[in-house]
């Protein structure tokens, strides 16, 4: 009986936490967030968290997005996988007689055009069912191309379309195709103790009280439902202001304008992405450049992305030698950034690094955040020239790096691997500082392999935080002539890596 009334509780605290980490964007610098509501009268589907933005912020096509209309599905234990049929299974979010897809479907009748729907699910996909490879790794939404990818009702695809269209009596693939555009599923999302560390952690950076981690209750878990009670279940910036200074919940007031002027640069839209932080005639959005993390055809990378990467930060510096450089970008962006803002540039640089749990932290070179070095396999291959340059902070490079080089036919006759002493995860690295002096040791280690021929070929390819990246391309020079390498994350072209830029 204990459980039966525990787990409602906790699945209501997690759809709150799910709301303060968009409503505390409201305090934000250069927030898009206009207004949060919690449990919204309208539409009466994908209402348990809704985000309204001005102006609409970017999507994943060329329609701007106005409001994110959110869906909660919380369990105590993650469970078992969900698939592709389970979106038509009302039993899958607890109802009896209406289905997610049909929640959708209601959703949109009342939704302004270009708004996006999200299901947040502690729950993972069934990596053998065709959901699994339907999902963009870049901002969650469907692979409207590869479901609908022109094969007949019998393929797996197909099997998909028709479960779908039949369960929403659509006479059309087309039909099907406009219902589920900017639809998202946000599975594998963090528990409700990381939520809880998220929420504080942006509390903290607008200014707000925090609750210790001693503590038995989370005071923000309780405060949307007496505010729900209240009917001030929607909040602007100047309704949470007042609010929070009557709960006694402002510490600091809210950030403003520093000394660093914040800059964005925008390949692509992940679901962390909302708020960049940077405003409109500070960001250089590349997205009409690339289909998800895929460049359009007839882009090329060094001759369409490089110029104006480089253009962009060159008239940043030119308005302040102080920049926050906000990355929603391709690896190889962070490294030409930091090939533009070099260590003798004279330019201020520090960067926000997205994190596991939602949360965005400034990392600087200089920032006391330190942590063990790496370890280095190194071998000597042959008489080839280049070298090949594993960094694998967060997954183990090594071995796409050698079916790539060898697949590729590349001229290679030395590798340096580099990877944590603990294994690769998402917090083998600690901060900036430790970012730094991590990138301070690959560029001497590039060099001392490359000795007295200073055109011997790195070809880098990395899993690691953009922040170490940009670090490592301030080293350009050190590092000497190099090939970035990115990798195949959708599974939806090559499923392995493409050369992006040729830094000399």
Known sequence: ????????????????????????????????V???????????????????YDPPIPGSGPTRVPADYQQVKWHVAAGKPFGSADLVDPGFIGAERVSLLQRLRAARCNAPAGSRFSLITVSGIEREDALWDLISQNDHTLLLDRLFDGTGKRSRMGRVRTLWREHLALDSDDALRGMLEGFRILHSQPSLEQMRDAVNERARSVGLATCSAEASDFRYDELIRQLTARGLNGLTRASLDRICGEERLIVAPAPVADAFLPVAIRTFLGPAADVSGAAPDNTLLLTDLFRQRYLQEGQDWQRNIRPRVEEFLRDAVRRSPRLRLILDAHASIAFIAGAVLHVK????????????????????????????????????????????VGVGLTHDVAPE??????????????????????????QAVAGGAHAAAIADLIAREVRATRGNNPDRLAHIFAACPNALLFFLGQHHQAVGPAIIYEFDFDRQGTKTYQPSFVID
Do not use: H
């Not at 400034?362 to 000597?380: M, N, Q, T, Y």
């Open 34 to 52: 206009t207004e949060v509501t919690f449990e919204a009268a309208a539409p009466r589907a994908f209402d348990d968290v809704v985000v309204r």
């Open 345 to 388: 540039s004279g330019v201020d640089v520090e960067l926000v690094q997205k994190g596991r749990a939602g949360g965005s932290r400034v990392w600087r070179a200089d920032d006391g955040k330190s942590g063990p070095s790496l370890e280095v396999d190194a071998d000597s291959c042959g008489p080839g020239a280049g070298i090949l």
């Open 1 to 32: 009986m204990a459980n039966a009334v525990v787990a409602p509780w906790q699945g209501n605290n997690y759809q709150a936490r799910v709301f303060w980490l968009n409503a505390l964007n409201l305090r934000a610098r250069e927030s898009c």
């Open 401 to 426: 790096m050698l079916r790539f080089a060898q697949g590729a036919g590349l001229d290679w006759g030395a590798m340096l691997n580099f990877r944590p002493p603990t294994g690769p995860s998402g």
